[in-house]
């Protein structure tokens, strides 16, 4: 009785710490894109640096030379074009890894173009605040809306009929944002025209910024900055 019992401690103890390391390990590897691995092993062998500030996100976090735009080496591209909020959360121990000083996320389009109501985007949210506080308690989370679309564009259909969708996203996460103390970045009002689209001047396509929508971002963040 007295060996049975030393067991099952350990089984517990065994069973208790694999719960408790479950927070911060990669989920079953999902079917993303070749891309997307190829960044995820490419960002898994850069150095860290003190200080780092990441841009967390998808194709429009992606498209930016962001320590060029700032002219800040600290400044780092975490963006994986066609990610989605599952991705984030799939890659996320690498951003817990390095303690970064900030980071600025914004992630959902996608979801949303592959059919993800608003609830499984804003809950996906939450599970990647919850992580970053838990296991980065140092990190600055700032939270940035998901941008407008414009449907007088047709390359991505599936995207730019999403207007409604993302403003009641966007809604939601801002209540969150106040909710915890989060920065929130409404970049969705700073860019979105008398109609509600993305401004025609600041993209190419409907849905992704060119060099001026990133100069609006730019400083529309500026204030944020350590």
């Known amino acids: ?65 962001w320590s060029e735009l700032f002219a800040d080496l600290r400044f780092k591209n975490r963006g994986i074009s066609g990610d ?19 980071v600025f996320l914004m ?17 996906n949210h939450l599970r990647i605040y919850d992580l970053l506080h838990k296991e980065s308690p140092g990190t600055n989370i700032v939270v940035e809306s ?24 966007n809604r939601r996460l801002k209540e969150i944002c106040d909710q915890r103390n989060y920065p929130f970045v409404d970049l969705y009002k700073e860019m979105c025209d008398e109609k509600g689209k993305l401004k025609k001047e600041l993209t190419n396509d409907g849905l992704h910024l060119n060099g001026l929508g990133y100069l609006v971002w730019k400083e529309k963040i500026k204030p944020l900055l350590p």
């Open 107 to 123: 992630i959902g389009i996608n979801d949303l173009a592959h059919g993800h109501s608003c609830d499984y985007v804003v809950n």
């Open 84 to 102: 989605v909020t599952d991705g984030v959360l799939y890659r996320l121990h690498q951003i817990i890894r390095c303690k970064p000083q900030m």
């Open 146 to 169: 998901i941008l407008p679309v414009n449907d007088n564009f047709s390359i991505f259909k599936n995207h730019v009929s999403k207007t409604d969708s993302i403003v009641i996203i």
């Open 1 to 65: 009785m007295k060996y049975l019992s030393v067991i099952c401690t350990i089984c517990l103890f065994l069973i208790s710490e694999c719960y408790g390391q479950q927070s911060i390990s990669k989920p079953k590897e999902p079917n993303f894109s070749p891309y997307y691995f190829h960044r995820v092993d490419h960002f898994e062998t850069l150095p860290d640096t003190p200080d780092e500030i990441f841009f967390l996100g998808n194709s429009i976090s992606d498209g930016c030379e």
